[in-house]
């Protein structure tokens, strides 16, 4: 006999503005997501679909990133265009932690008296990788928001991201 789905409460139900921080983090990372092959096509002058193709051998979105920054540290001659995109994918990876960190973690609510705050639990099933544990508040989880905005941003700004837009659809029957 299973459950009534309604019946578990999820940690962030009762915490609106965390839960939208959280949203707002995993929807600027879709985003960013899509920057890699349009910031290898300006790096090495390739067309955005050919470097999609490139990139697209590596699943991992970690990989692409690393990939990314090992063209342009391998061009010889170091070119603003180069030290940019290296600049870019650190801060790629940098959100990357971020976007993880929320998206895997478990939720815990703890508090002591008037103060009140949210233990991340990232649980890590690899071998050799441990648990952590980080303490999270409104204004920590919105530094790490204001952190992929300003990096989205960035690449936006230097290689402009085609967002695909949805067609509409028909509601359901």
Not at 25 to 38: G, R, V
Not at 48 to 66: C, E, P, Q
Not at 77 to 90: G, P
Not at 153 to 161: D, F, G, M
Request: aromatic letters at 6%.
């Amino acid at each position: 006999m299973s459950a009534d789905p309604k019946e578990h409460r999820l940690a962030l139900d009762d915490q609106p503005e965390f839960a939208q921080q959280v949203g707002l983090i995993l929807s600027a990372f879709a985003i960013l997501e899509l920057s890699p092959p349009h910031l290898l096509a300006k790096l090495i002058g390739i067309s955005h679909d050919n470097a999609d193709m490139i990139l697209g051998y590596h699943r991992n979105f970690k990989d692409r990133v690393d990939l990314l920054n090992s063209l342009a540290t391998l061009n010889q001659t170091e070119t603003q265009e180069s030290e940019k995109i290296k600049y870019l994918c650190r801060k790629i990876d940098k959100c990357r932690a971020i976007r993880n960190k929320y998206a895997h973690g478990l939720w815990q609510m703890e508090g002591d008296g008037d103060r009140h705050w949210w233990r991340l639990i990232n649980w890590l099933s690899d071998a050799g990788r441990n648990t952590t544990t980080n303490f999270v508040t409104i204004d920590s989880i919105k530094k790490d928001c204001a952190i992929l905005r300003e990096t989205l941003n960035e690449c936006i700004s230097y290689a402009p991201v085609s967002v695909p837009q949805l067609q509409p659809s028909k509601p359901p029957k």
